[in-house]
């Protein structure tokens, strides 16, 4: 929108841009990656330490929640980046780690900005962020720091499954198998049944029902293997719950009973709709593959099908066969916001990694420290 003091896709949000630098960095330019964590740090950072849900260009916050992923994200471009000085580490990863160790690892709004609590998503940016953040400590001598944030990164490691994996869902194979993701937990409980509102009309489920493929940021990150047999089961639930095969090639929802879409005849979304498909889980499900030693060309394929006829990757992707009037078609772009940039990074970033057959953007120093077994 054009209208003054209307935000919106226009705003800067801090996860979407590390999303971006780190697509810009597979691609080779390093260089607008960390002009991007320095407007991250010096534009947005507030003095807490902490960032906005979202800003205007200079910095002025738009919304109000509090989404602790992108609190936690630029701590680990910091560290990609090489950005290790006194000046980084005093004034803005310190800040950020201490804001991070206080405030999580609950967070007020997941990635999607939409519900709090324990969130496969978040906690995985949490984690990684604590261990770059622990690293970049102990370049500048804050031993003592270093030693606490990673004490934290540990225990909050130490417990992802139970506080996200349910035992007692009615998607899985029943009692005793090895559980699977939920969504988000309210509490530290993934197994009371907690009635979850998914907003934007999507109703209220048991949040045992309501998945989605945010714990695949564990594999990212490098804090669980590919090969985690929770991991592995929640992959095969997710395929059963909110896969689609589009003539595109196949995508995903972003988890059970979104309503954040076009209208069920594909009008405008109005408040409340129906999720469609997003193009950048197909990247995402293409890297864990990649991570697994398996061949990504099938989610690869079908991101560039997802594309318009100007190479522009769209937020969502039709997901029916039946035409409508509004004129959608199958496996292409909705009304959503066209090109969105996090899709276009994040295409960036699955071809050089199934080019180099390797997670490009895993930040290696979280890596070494929780897989160093699972070798």
């Not at 939920?182 to 309501?210: A, S, Y």
Request: with cysteine; aromatic share 12%.
């Amino acid at each position: 929108s054009d209208t003054a003091g209307v935000g919106g896709y226009h705003l800067v949000w801090a996860r979407d841009l590390y999303e971006v630098a780190t697509g810009l960095m597979a691609a080779g330019d390093r260089a607008a990656a960390d002009r991007a964590l320095t407007y991250l740090y010096t534009v947005q950072q507030k003095p807490d330490g902490g960032f906005p849900q979202n800003s205007w260009l200079d910095g002025r916050a738009y919304w109000t929640a509090l989404q602790m992923d992108e609190v936690s994200y630029p701590m680990v471009l910091a560290w990609q980046l090489g950005r290790t000085d006194a000046d980084t580490w005093t004034k803005h990863v310190r800040p950020e780690a201490e804001f991070v160790m206080s405030h999580g690892p609950v967070t007020q709004q997941e990635r999607w900005e939409e519900v709090g609590g324990y969130s496969p998503s978040t906690i995985a940016a949490e984690i990684a962020g604590l261990v770059c953040a622990s690293d970049i400590a102990r370049k500048n001598r804050a031993t003592e720091d270093a030693d606490r944030y990673m004490k934290t990164a540990d225990d909050w490691a130490a417990h992802i499954e139970t506080w996200m994996v349910t035992t007692t869902g009615h998607l899985g194979k029943g009692e005793g198998g090895p559980g699977y993701y939920i969504r988000i937990d309210n509490n530290t409980d993934p197994n009371d049944g907690f009635k979850l509102d998914t907003r934007n009309g999507g109703g209220i489920w048991d949040e045992r029902d309501v998945v989605d493929a945010g714990f695949l940021e564990f594999v990212r990150l490098g804090i669980r293997p590919a090969n985690d047999p929770i991991i592995q089961h929640s992959v095969e639930i997710v395929d059963g719950a909110i896969r689609v095969e589009t003539p595109s090639g196949p995508s995903f929802y972003r988890y059970s009973h979104d309503g954040y879409g076009e209208t069920y005849f594909g009008g405008p979304w109005q408040g409340e709709g129906i999720g469609r498909l997003w193009p950048i889980f197909t990247g995402e499900r293409g890297e864990y593959e990649i991570a697994a030693g398996h061949d990504a060309t099938l989610y690869l394929d079908a991101m560039l099908h997802f594309a318009n006829s100007g190479g522009m990757i769209p937020e969502q992707v039709w997901d029916q066969s039946e035409p409508t009037r509004s004129g959608f078609v199958f496996g292409r772009g909705t009304g959503s916001a066209t090109p969105l940039a996090w899709s276009m990074a994040q295409f960036l970033r699955l071809v050089v990694c199934a080019e180099e057959k390797r997670i490009v953007e895993t930040p290696t120093i979280v890596a070494e420290h929780f897989l160093k077994n699972h070798q």
